[in-house]
């Protein structure tokens, strides 16, 4: 069955590290290109304000052209890039793990198609992540408040 390959994590870290390969080589080429990634395996720095972040579908197309292409950092395990969303450019550093990676995509043809960019556990680690940052930013800022000094800020 197709989801005894696509869920395997041998797979995944072999699409991986062909995803790695695909995109070095455009880069190395100059050629600018677009992908279509999970939305659950994205991160942004600074977070996007939810006006913006709420109209993302589940697989959201990231044209990497002029600045964006000149803002590439690629690594083993994700491709980060910067860049501007809505009306106002609101700025922001995008971090995209490799496995999170659905489609690479040159003018309006597929060079490369990742099936396990589809498979919901790979994801699931990154909610618990999210749910954990919260606490310990919340731990954090009780911990702040605690001092009576620092009450007055809030």
Excluded at 18 to 47: D, H, M, R
Excluded at 83 to 90: K, L, V
Excluded at 94 to 108: G, H, K, M, S
């Amino acid at each position: 069955m197709i989801f005894n390959v696509i869920e395997d994590v041998e797979y995944k870290e072999l699409l991986e590290g062909q995803i790695f390969e695909v995109i070095e080589f455009l880069i190395e080429k100059g050629e600018e290109f677009s992908i279509t990634a999970n939305i659950n395996g994205v991160s942004f720095n600074p977070t996007v304000p939810e006006s913006i972040s709420e109209s993302f579908p589940h697989f959201t197309l990231f044209t990497l052209a002029n600045y964006t292409y000149t803002t590439i950092q690629l690594n083993e395990t994700s491709i980060s890039f910067e860049t501007g969303f809505g009306a106002e450019n609101f700025g922001s550093i995008v971090t995209i793990p490799l496995y999170a990676i659905f489609q690479i995509v040159i003018d309006e043809s597929i060079l490369f198609l990742n099936p396990t960019a589809t498979v919901t556990k790979y994801f699931q680690k990154k909610e618990d992540d999210k749910e954990e940052l919260l606490d310990q930013e919340t731990r954090s800022k009780n911990a702040f408040i605690m001092n009576t000094k620092n009450k007055k800020l809030f």
